[in-house]
């Protein structure tokens, strides 16, 4: 099945930790995202990146970190710098620089203990 | 001029009645408006989308209203079925840029 795979669903943090979400694509989608969504908030875009090794900053990106090593994979990295980090993080991909449809993943959740 | 305002933050209705939640933008550049609709704990699904050139678009029971002079568009959800319920999401983009998301909206469908 095609699709995008976030993992984990669930993920604990300690406080001054940094954490890795993994998302993964076999949509061979060009474009891929990164969003944050906290209640009341709608989504926040952290990253984007629309093609192999680039990409580029989106409105809340202090705190985090990206890599696009792989067309279909585009892990992010929440780091000690991320004042407050607990939310629900989604992936997105959509299949070139024209955004037309965008595919999300399940979501990861994470929280910091 | 990036912002996508959406209203209402929440919403009740009864089964069989009408879902209706709005959207204004400034930027006259966007050209492209879909409408997301999440479940609890699910990533956000494209539901429904309109581009400028026209004013209306219906899939189902799902319908867009796109007014181009007013810079608003809306989504009518008829004969609201509790299997909607869900939060909603407005968004914008223009020219092959990111989508611009709304603040979403929570709908809840009644019995």
């Known amino acids: 099945d095609g699709g995008i795979t976030q993992s984990p669903k669930y993920l604990f943090r300690k406080e001054g930790q940094n954490v890795t979400l993994s998302c993964e694509q076999n949509l061979n989608h060009d474009a891929m995202y990164w969003y944050r969504q906290d209640p009341g908030q709608g989504l926040r875009l952290i990253y984007y990146s629309q093609i192999v090794n680039d990409f580029q900053k989106g409105d809340i990106a202090e705190g985090y970190s990206v890599s696009r090593e792989k067309k279909e994979s585009f892990p992010l990295t929440v780091t000690s710098a991320q004042k407050n980090p607990t939310a629900f993080y989604l992936c997105?991909?959509?299949?070139?620089?024209?955004?037309?449809?965008?595919?999300f993943g399940q979501g990861t959740r994470l929280t910091v203990v | 001029q990036q912002q996508v305002k959406q209203s209402p933050q929440s919403l009740i209705v009864q089964k069989g009645g009408i879902s209706i939640i709005n959207c204004a933008y400034e930027n006259t550049a966007f050209d492209y408006f879909p409408w997301y609709q999440q479940f609890p704990g699910k990533g956000p699904a494209l539901l429904i989308a309109i581009r400028p050139d026209v004013s209306e678009k219906k899939e189902g029971r799902f319908t867009i209203s796109f007014n181009k002079s007013a810079k608003q568009f809306s989504l009518h959800i008829m004969d609201s079925q509790p299997g909607d319920s869900a939060t909603y999401f407005c968004?914008?983009?223009?020219?092959?840029?990111?989508?611009?998301f709304g603040t979403g909206t929570r709908l809840q469908v009644f019995p």
């Open positions: 968004a914008a983009s223009f020219n092959t840029d990111k989508l611009i």
């Open positions: 997105a991909s959509s299949k070139d620089r024209g955004v037309t449809e965008a595919f």
